[in-house]
């Protein structure tokens, strides 16, 4: 396989892991359930476009359409080819395997870079960061927030960290390390690496859509019950019909 390759198509891509099924290679890793549905969100956007899986969040979009059908039959597919050990793990294992060359491919956020780069490896020589398949041109968006709580036992300590991670040092020094991008539109891009600068670009011209997994595209009351039906899914514990309605119940209302 190129390894550079970026795929236009969730086909494409599925074709290639089935190439893969044949070695001695998951063509593609995953962890527990939560990094399951981050991988299940990714399909429904590159299936269902960034108007159609906005729409999930917003109820223009029918849950339960042929549309979603087949991006389901899609994630169903896909995750034929993940790790068996997956229920066991969680990102940073999931991701490792792909640094250590047991698994082909991994979708994950943009702090997966960091885990490569902490372990010398090189972007564009050891490893490849591209579009999640069939996404190019959307950028898939969460952010990190600190807050002061009502009530915190120590506000000025709280309010001097706020003031830290909100200043344009403070979040060179925070996005550097964990391999995201500030939310500062004065920071410099040559203060960051090369993914990273990517990734800067790629949120000011891209067509941005919100994260389920990561809590941006719906109520944690609904991403906690998409994520219990995607587990039941997974784990065989009902088919995709079944599943196919819990996610349509789950975002009922």
Not at 59 to 70: E, H, K, L, R, Y
Request: hydrophobic share 40%; glycine share 8%.
């Amino acid at each position: 396989l190129d390894p550079s390759a970026e795929y236009d198509d969730l086909d494409s891509f599925i074709a290639d892991l089935k190439k893969l099924d044949k070695m001695d290679v998951t063509p593609i890793s995953v962890a527990t359930t939560w990094t399951q549905v981050h991988l299940l969100e990714t399909v429904l956007l590159a299936d269902l476009g960034p108007d159609g899986y906005s729409g999930l969040w917003d109820g223009s979009t029918d849950w339960t359409s042929g549309d979603v059908t087949g991006a389901l039959e899609d994630f169903e597919t896909i995750m034929s080819y993940t790790n068996s050990d997956r229920d066991g793990l969680d990102w940073p294992e999931a991701t490792q395997q792909v640094i250590d060359g047991q698994a082909a491919f991994n979708v994950m956020g943009d702090w997966a870079v960091a885990a490569f780069e902490e372990q010398k490896k090189e972007l564009g020589t050891d490893f490849v960061a591209v579009p999640s398949p069939g996404t190019a041109g959307t950028f898939d968006f969460l952010a990190d927030s600190f807050t002061l709580p009502v009530g915190a036992p120590h506000p000025d300590g709280t309010k001097a960290w706020l003031e830290t991670i909100g200043s344009l040092e403070g979040q060179t020094a925070f996005n550097a390390a964990k391999g995201s991008i500030p939310a500062r539109t004065d920071a410099d891009p040559m203060d960051f690496s090369e993914y990273q600068q990517t990734a800067i670009e790629s949120f000011a011209n891209d067509t941005i859509v919100s994260s389920l997994a990561h809590g941006a595209a719906a109520p944690v009351a609904t991403l906690n019950a998409i994520s219990d039906a995607t587990s039941k899914f997974t784990t065989g514990a009902s088919d995709l019909d079944a599943f196919q309605s819990d996610l349509a119940a789950a975002t009922a209302g």
